[in-house]
T-cell receptor, first 113, second 115 residues
Framework: NAGVTQTPKFRVLKTGQSMTLLCAQD?????MYWYRQDPGMGLRLIHY???????AKGEVPDGYNVSRLKKQNFLLGLESAAPSQTSVYFC????????????FGPGTRLTVT | AQSVAQPEDQVNVAEGNPLTVKCTYS??????LFWYVQYPNRGLQFLLK??????LVKGSYGFEAEFNKSQTSFHLKKPSALVSDSALYFC?????????????FGDGTTLTVKP
């Protein structure tokens, strides 16, 4: 049982490049989330999903897209990276019956130059 | 709207002493409150939660938190701190058990426990 895993762990992009962050969970959780963590700003929700095939915007969705084609995977895409998207990205999941208990992945550190 | 405040960026305590990490919240409705811990280069780990019932809730690693409705606070406590408790602590709040994704996190408090 690996829990929540994220790929890659680190990435450096140039402005304008695109990339996809992959989140996978093996706990059969219905809900999945993408957050970004910036110094002094806590965690901010980017997008989330309440089930396969559904996604919704969080607090800071601009510049990101997501897809949940399979229940166990939640992808976060940056179509045209900007320096303001330099951050640490965390994926989380939670079961429908205990939606408040979120299980987090180890994070992806992204730098956009 | 819901919000969380962690008024201290840093808390320093000596090993063996009691520790308190403060959290206050603002919500419209009954709050669900949580504490998470983050160790360096790791994701957040769930520590404990208050949903309803006893105001004092116990969680992992000997931590506990006290829900105070009149003061809208949910301070994290431990009777005797360990050096290994040094980490970044986040308080979070949401209203109800619906609205997935609607938890609001505080900015975090760095706890340093010195030997």
């Amino acid at each position: 049982n690996a829990g929540v895993t994220q790929t890659p762990k680190f990435r450096v992009l140039k402005t304008g490049q695109s990339m996809t962050l992959l989140c996978a969970q093996d706990m059969n959780h219905e809900y999945m989330y993408w957050y970004r963590q910036d110094p002094g700003m806590g965690l901010r929700l980017i997008h989330y999903s309440v089930g396969e095939g559904t996604t919704a915007k969080g607090e800071v969705p601009d510049g990101y897209n997501v897809s949940r084609l399979k229940k166990q995977n939640f992808l976060l895409g940056l179509e045209s990276a900007a320096p303001s998207q330099t951050s640490v990205y965390f994926c989380a999941s939670s079961p429908r019956t205990r939606v408040h208990e979120q299980y987090f992945g180890p994070g992806t550190r992204l730098t956009v130059t | 709207a819901q919000s969380v405040a962690q008024p201290e960026d840093q808390v320093n305590v000596a090993e063996g002493n009691p520790l308190t990490v403060k959290c206050t919240y603002s919500v419209s409705g009954n709050p669900y409150l949580f504490w998470y811990v983050q160790y360096p280069n790791r994701g957040l780990q769930f520590l404990l939660k208050y949903i309803t019932g006893d105001n004092l809730v116990k969680g992992s690693y000997g931590f506990e938190a006290e829900f105070n409705k009149s003061q809208t606070s949910f301070h994290l406590k431990k009777p005797s701190a360990l050096v290994s408790d040094s980490a970044l602590y986040f308080c979070a709040v949401r209203v109800g058990n619906t609205n997935a994704g609607k938890s609001t996190f505080g900015d975090g408090t760095t706890l340093t426990v010195k030997p």
